[in-house]
Structures are given as C-alpha cells and as structure tokens.
C-alpha cells in the first residue's frame, strides 16, 4: 500500500473547486478516458490575475488531491506566477506523493499549462522556451499505449531531475505497459543530460579551462583507450573549437562502435567538453 501524507487524504475526501466554470476565460485538459485519469481544468481570469479555477477528474485520488490543491494554489495568483509552477510545486504542496502517483502531479501541471496556452492573451510560453522548432519535434509521442509525447517527457526530465526510465514511468505513465517505447525514453533521458552538460560546460568554461580540460580528456580518456591496441595520440595545437592531433592506430573503443579513430576522438571531446569541437588530423 502507498503512504499518502495527510494533506492527499484531506484533498481527496474533501476536494476544493470541483466542477466546472461557465464562460471561463481559460480550459485545459490533460490525460485521456483511455489512460485511466483524466482532468479537466477551468479558469476565470481578470487583469492578469486568477479569480477562479475549478477542476473536474477521472482518475485515483491523488488525482483528485493534485486538481484539488492545484486551484487552491493558482487563484489569486498572477499569470506569470501561475507560470512558474511546476509539478513538483503541487506534490510538495501535498506534503510528497509515492514515486508511482507523481505522474498525478504531472498531469495537474500538464492541464495548467493547456490552459494558459489556450488563454487569448497567453502568448510567450514558447518565447520562454526560445525553442519552437524543438518544441514542435518533442509533440510527437513517444509512448502510444499511454499517448506521452516526448515534450511530456523533457519536461518531466527536466522539472523533476529524473534518470532513469523508471522514474519516467512513475511521473508521466510512458514506458509502464507493453515497454515497447523504453529505448525512446532512455534516449530522451540521454540527449536531455548531453545537452545540458553541454550548456553547462559552454556558460562555465573559460578558453583556458577549455585547453586544460581538452589536455586531460585526451590524456585520461582517449590516450589509455587507444594504447589498448597499441593506438596512440599526440596533442599537436588547439585554436578555438579546432583540436590538431597526430593519430597512430585503432583503439577497441572504434572497433566496437565501428567509428574512425579521428571520430572516436571526436566524439568524445564532443561528449565531455564541448559539442563544437572539431579534431584535425595532422601529419
Ligand atoms: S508504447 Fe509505451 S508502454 Fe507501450
């Protein structure tokens, strides 16, 4: 049995704002009938600010204590507060949900963000984002059993630290009935963690730093893994992104992922300090 903290009894006994909002100036709905949860959410808006929010739910109760303090957190609230709320604000406000009824609080976050799309003058979410291209491929879905897109995924990825395809399934539902979209979810899992070492190592890398971290991938990484099979490596310049290197050899690293010796190194200069790096083989 799951241990659900005081407050998920009380919101799902006695649920808030249940029902529905005639002539609301905002609707967003998340889930289907089919998955087994569905919720439906209603808002009335003035001057930017939240006046009402009422909710209607199919779903386990801590959906319904998710929908329920979700309209107690939002009315009053401005839009660009409003904004900001993540499904790990709603679960925390609950006091906590078991790893398996996050996706509860997702769902709650997922309606609320309909909503605000769907609001007239809700026009910037994608502005915040800056990534309508990106945005427009993660629409596609990704788990059909449970209809998941893969932006469902990011965010969830992205809101609430997950690693592992489990914790993918416990807050979203992809991944939990036939398995077949496992390996899609892993690779989401994998480009969202490369793409933000990535950012990371681009905002804190100095040009100095760059050098000396390029020096010791080479070194501790590349070097050792091409010495395997006799391969060997020499650092000849660095400019900007361009690495000049002299190559010798295979490594077993290439022959078991069928890459050029050049490509090995590449990728993982690529992979560990910066996505535009580009190795120059010199003679
Ligand atoms: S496709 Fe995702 S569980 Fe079946």
Redesign the pocket.
């Known amino acids: 049995m799951w241990d659900y903290s005081d407050k998920v009894i009380d919101h799902y006994r006695n649920p808030r704002n249940v029902g529905k909002i005639d002539n609301a100036d905002a609707i967003g709905e998340a889930g289907s009938l089919a998955c087994g949860d569905s919720l439906k959410i209603y808002l009335k808006i003035k001057d930017g600010i939240v006046t009402d929010a009422k909710f209607q739910t199919f779903g386990c109760g801590s959906a319904v204590a998710s929908s329920s303090i979700l309209t107690e957190m939002i009315i009053g609230k401005s839009i660009e507060e409003v904004k900001k709320i993540t499904n790990k604000d709603i679960a925390d406000q609950l006091g906590g949900l078991p790893p398996e009824k996050m996706h509860c609080s997702v769902m709650g976050y997922e309606a609320l963000e309909d909503a605000l799309k769907n609001y007239d003058d809700y026009t910037d979410l994608d502005d915040i984002r800056n990534e309508e291209e990106a945005n427009k491929q993660r629409e596609k879905i990704?788990?059909?059993?449970?209809g998941?897109t893969e932006n469902v995924i990011w965010d969830a990825i992205k809101m609430n630290g997950l690693k592992t395809v489990e914790e993918v399934?416990n807050y979203t539902?992809?991944?939990?009935?036939?398995?077949?979209?496992?390996g899609l979810?892993q690779d989401i899992i994998d480009t969202y963690y490369k793409k933000e070492e990535h950012e990371k190592n681009e905002s804190t890398l100095t040009p100095a730093q760059k050098i000396i971290k390029i020096n010791n991938v080479i070194e501790k990484q590349i070097s050792p893994e091409l010495m395997k099979d006799g391969g060997d490596i020499t650092l000849v310049d660095i400019d900007g992104n361009k690495v000049m290197v002299k190559l010798r050899g295979k490594c077993s690293g290439c022959k078991n992922s069928h890459l050029t010796l050049k490509a090995f190194v590449e990728k993982t200069l690529k992979d560990t300090v910066d996505l535009n790096i580009e190795v120059v083989e010199v003679e």
Do not use: D, E, L, Y
Not at 142 to 146: A, E, I, L, M, N
Not at 173 to 182: E, P, R, S
């Open positions: 990704v788990c059909t059993c449970f998941i399934t539902k992809a991944g939990g009935a036939c398995g077949k979209c496992k979810i």
